[in-house]
């Protein structure tokens, strides 16, 4: 009888526990934002073609170069992307040399784009599939990437680029660089 | 004006629900007796009060009355009129207006016509009653308000969301909700019998109703909305282990378990505590689905709208109800005596494995439900899906099979395993049957494997309890068993039968190529657009052909909505009684050809047609229950007439 009060407590207990854990996940800002798993390592084979004639298209390898570079992940229909373009300016005239990967996009599209908003890269590859978007970990547009001279993602800034992130990514890619 | 009256007659059932709960805790003390005949006629009343502000809310809707803040933000006038009277409950304010509702209907119905208890133990059910009832009130009157003014009026509604505006939405979640709030019924009946301390067989008997109500239900609800997901998302798959398909299937689990207890307590007078625990547990997993999925606390493919300060009500709730009922439970659990005992080998011994396998898979689904949010707290990410939960809960889903396909044939209280032999050795011979045909057919996995062997003993296990007994004398109690099952064996061959066999291709086509999948050949006809209320679409038309049968047409669709914009696949089914043929158009390419998803699902609709099963079953043990109540209640008013007659 005895252990049968046990038990009876420890549901109890167990109901208890259950209930705290969702009090403390409540109260806790939700956190939907999907960090990439490749952080630290090197960025996947790839090789995509270009989306608009005055750029040449981009692989794995030109991020090997031995130069820091900014792979920005962006798409003409997204509109946070347009709202970041200042910003992408402002750190191509700081010396930051921006790689582009156009998501699900087309040439036509994506040229309007660039004329309206700029064009900061300097080589843009059309990934029509996501298939290079999901092999690097990123879950939506836009999002941006330090990548080191010799391939490997330092950092991932998910969401449009605002104005304070601009002396983040300019120290992630100082960093990169050393 | 609506919106007012229905907001003044919420108040007025949430004041009465408060008289009830105060009256029947008073009426328990010396003191207070009198107060007891304030408590039924106050559920009553409250019942009529809630169905007409339900009503209200249900006629602005209808009406599409945008000076209303939920009907602005949830309909639009140019939704067909089922839609608009479906997006009632398609929104959070509306769905748990519909559940105070529901649960002061099934309260004022218990308390007009149920006399069978001792009237302390109905009061202090009716207490219960308006206790957790009084808490769903709060909740709608200080933190989710379904009749709040907009000023001034919008210009037009936001819409429902597409995915939502279609017939499987009309009658999935209220469907559901039914369910959960029966089990809300045999939850009160718990506690009323465990503050007044009497747990006897008629207890078991007056709430056994309500569980096979709200077991039916639930049954029902699970069963639409797993369709509805299978034809509506467009994937082909019909359970997803979805924290919110979860959050469905633990109270029908608890419930599936307290209904077969609640029937060896009824005619055995065995199982006293155990029943009370499920009644507490099934009506708890109810609770702790609604906060699940109102909370947004798991990340889930059911979007509700998201509010933590509604979250964390549901949750006081959760604490107040769950909380107060399992610690009355520790605090009076050893004072009920177990009741009459039993062997092993007996009925009871065959549920009472039933009923621990039953415990064992909900605790199974729990632990996988709760265990991403655990990690969360830790500060690490996962996801838990089929390869936990199917593995896991076949350990306990196999010897339960089992035990179902004999259990029946069992004798209560005492018996042998060799007087049934001859059934046994007829279980046995299907599953060897069984083992032959999977085995010739090849290239099955382990667990459908099993499932298909399974499915034939059960199939044959459950019919043979009719075996020498006459057929038109047979009570309905035992047909519902029968039926539901064999629904049981119906469903998990449709499951197996789906993940053994199905076939799939996906082919990027234009008008004019030829795909095959299966036995089917499909020819891309042409992509034409179509307009319907309040979307356009691209329909692919298409014909398609079983082995050398003419062809058939199907028209799957890519809906674009623009009240609120969104693009859902509107998937086109063939179905055969051996099969469903399941085809789903996408996107466009560039060069003109449309991509084009083909599945041949061999017995997947036997899924279904076993959960419709079940339901019958239900529903037959449900009419044999009541009916018998019936007569023994005409039979016991007659002899009462009688002696009446004796004294003048």
Redesign the interface.
Same mark, same amino acid.
């Given at each position: 009888?005895k252990g049968?009060?046990i038990g009876?407590?420890l549901?109890?207990a167990v109901?208890?526990g259950? /209930?705290a854990?969702?009090?403390?996940? /409540?109260?806790k800002p939700?956190d939907?934002l999907v960090r990439s798993q490749m952080i630290g390592k090197p960025v996947p084979q790839f090789k995509l073609d270009a989306i608009v004639p005055d750029r040449p298209g981009l692989s794995s390898a030109d991020l090997a170069d031995g130069k820091p570079k900014l792979l920005n992940i962006f798409a003409s229909w997204c509109v946070p992307c347009a709202a970041e373009a200042p910003q992408l300016a402002a750190l191509e005239a700081q010396g930051v040399n921006i790689v582009g990967v156009a998501i699900r996009d087309k040439p036509a599209d994506a040229s309007q784009f660039l004329q309206l908003y700029g064009n900061p890269y300097s080589r843009i590859g059309a990934d029509n599939l996501s298939a290079v978007q999901l092999a690097i970990g990123s879950s939506g547009v836009p999002e941006s990437f330090v990548v080191d001279g010799k391939g490997i993602i330092r950092y991932q800034h998910i969401g449009d680029i605002q104005d304070r992130d601009v002396p983040v990514l300019l120290q992630k890619l100082r960093e990169a660089g050393q | 004006m609506i919106a007012e009256f229905g907001l003044a007659a919420l108040w007025l059932a949430a004041a009465l629900a408060a008289l009830q709960l105060l009256s029947g805790c008073l009426s328990l003390t010396e003191k207070g007796q009198n107060l007891a005949l304030l408590v039924r006629p106050a559920a009553v009343i409250q019942a009529v009060l809630c169905a007409a502000a339900f009503g209200s809310l249900l006629l602005l809707f209808a009406r599409t009355d945008l000076s209303v803040l939920l009907v602005a933000m949830n309909s639009h006038s140019a939704k067909p009129m089922i839609f608009k009277v479906a997006a009632t409950w398609g929104n959070h304010e509306g769905s748990m207006l519909l559940w105070v509702t529901v649960m002061a209907l099934a309260g004022g119905l218990i308390a007009l016509i149920e006399k069978r208890l001792p009237e302390r133990t109905m009061l202090a059910t009716l207490g219960a009653q308006a206790f957790v009832g009084l808490g769903f009130y709060a909740f709608l009157l200080f933190s989710s308000n379904p009749f709040e003014r907009l000023s001034p009026p919008a210009e037009q509604g936001m819409g429902l969301n597409p995915l939502l505006q279609d017939i499987g939405l009309a009658f999935h979640p209220p469907t559901l909700y039914l369910g959960y709030v029966g089990l809300s019924v045999a939850f009160s009946f718990a506690v009323g019998a465990l503050l007044t301390r009497n747990v006897t067989p008629e207890f078991a008997r007056v709430m056994r109703p309500w569980i096979l109500g709200a077991w039916i239900f639930l049954t029902l609800g699970i069963t639409a909305g797993s369709y509805w997901a299978y034809y509506e998302l467009g994937w082909g798959g019909w359970w997803f282990w979805d924290p919110v398909e979860n959050a469905s299937l633990m109270p029908w689990l608890a419930a599936t378990a307290l209904l077969h207890s609640a029937s060896v307590l009824a005619s055995r007078d065995a199982l006293r505590t155990w029943t009370i625990?499920l009644g507490v547990i099934a009506f708890?997993m109810s609770m702790?689905g609604t906060?699940l999925v109102r909370?947004?606390?798991l990340?889930s493919v059911h979007a509700f709208a998201v509010d933590?300060e509604r979250?964390?009500f549901i949750?006081a709730l959760?604490?107040l109800n769950?909380?107060a009922a399992?610690?009355l439970?520790?605090l009076r659990?050893?004072t009920i005596s177990e009741g009459q005992q039993f062997r092993a080998v007996s009925r009871e011994g065959a549920l009472v494995i039933n009923n621990v396998a039953l415990s064992a898979i909900l605790g199974i689904v729990l632990l996988g439900t709760?265990y991403p949010?655990?990690t969360?707290?830790f500060g690490i990410r996962v996801s838990v899906g089929p390869p936990y939960f199917n593995p896991v809960s076949a350990i306990f889903a196999v010897p339960m099979l089992i035990v179902l396909a004999v259990g029946p044939m069992l004798r209560w209280r005492r018996d042998s395993l060799g007087r049934i032999e001859k059934p046994i050795i007829a279980v046995i011979l299907a599953g060897l049957v069984g083992i032959i045909v999977a085995f010739s057919l090849g290239g099955i996995e382990l667990l459908p494997f099993i499932g298909i062997v399974l499915s034939l003993m059960v199939a044959v296990g459950s019919v043979l309890p009719l075996k020498g007994r006459s057929l038109r004398r047979l009570p309905l109690a035992v047909w519902g068993m029968v039926i539901a099952h064999l629904g049981i064996a119906v469903a998990l061959f449709g499951m197996s039968a789906d993940s053994a066999f199905t076939q799939q291709t996906l082919v990027a086509a234009s008008p004019g190529d030829v795909a095959k999948v299966g036995p089917w050949t499909i020819t891309l006809e042409s992509v034409d657009p179509v307009a319907g209320p309040n979307w356009t679409a691209l329909e692919g038309r298409m014909a398609a052909s079983y082995r050398d049968e003419p062809a058939q047409r199907i028209a799957p669709q890519s809906r674009t909505f623009w009240a609120p914009p969104q693009q859902t696949s509107e998937s086109a089914l063939l179905t055969r009684w051996n099969g469903q043929l399941y085809a789903v158009i996408g996107n466009e390419a560039e060069d003109g050809r449309w991509q084009l998803r083909l599945w041949w699902k061999p017995f997947v609709t036997f899924i279904w047609y076993g959960g419709i099963m079940i339901a019958l079953g239900g529903l037959l043990a449900l009419m044999g229950r009541v009916s018998v109540d019936l007569r023994r209640r005409h039979a016991q008013r007659r002899i009462e007439q009688r002696h009446e007659g004796y004294v003048q």
């Open positions: 009888m049968f009060r009876l407590w549901i109890v109901a208890l259950v /209930l854990l969702f009090a403390t996940q /409540l109260s939700k939907d | 625990m708890s702790m906060f909370s947004g606390i990340t933590p979250g964390s949750l959760l604490v769950i909380g399992l610690v439970f520790a659990a050893n709760l949010l655990l969360e707290a």
